[in-house]
């Protein structure tokens, strides 16, 4: 999900970066997929990310841990 959302295009016209997404609350992450999660550029979207109908920067996993979706320094 972060590559798509990570580049201005894939070759056609869609603007990945302005688009809404949505992740579903069943998505049940381990430890080592999180770990493998590129961060997203904050600077570079500007699209919502939507979790249980909310728009979110993290996502929670595995026993209580928290994704960080974006990169803020970037």
């Keep these: 999900m972060s590559?798509?959302?990570?580049?201005y295009y894939d070759g056609s016209t869609i603007a990945w970066p302005t688009l809404t997404y949505?992740?579903?609350?069943?998505?049940?992450?381990?430890?080592?997929?999180?770990?493998?999660?590129?961060?997203?550029?904050?600077?570079?979207?500007?699209?919502?990310?939507?979790?249980?109908?909310e728009s979110v920067s993290s996502i929670p996993y595995g026993n209580g841990e928290v994704l960080e979706l974006f990169d803020e320094e970037n």
Excluded: K, Q, V
């Design 22 to 53: 949505t992740i579903e609350p069943t998505l049940a992450l381990t430890e080592e997929e999180a770990a493998l999660y590129i961060p997203i550029p904050r600077s570079l979207f500007t699209g919502t990310i939507l979790y249980n109908g």
């Design 3 to 7: 590559y798509l959302m990570r580049h």
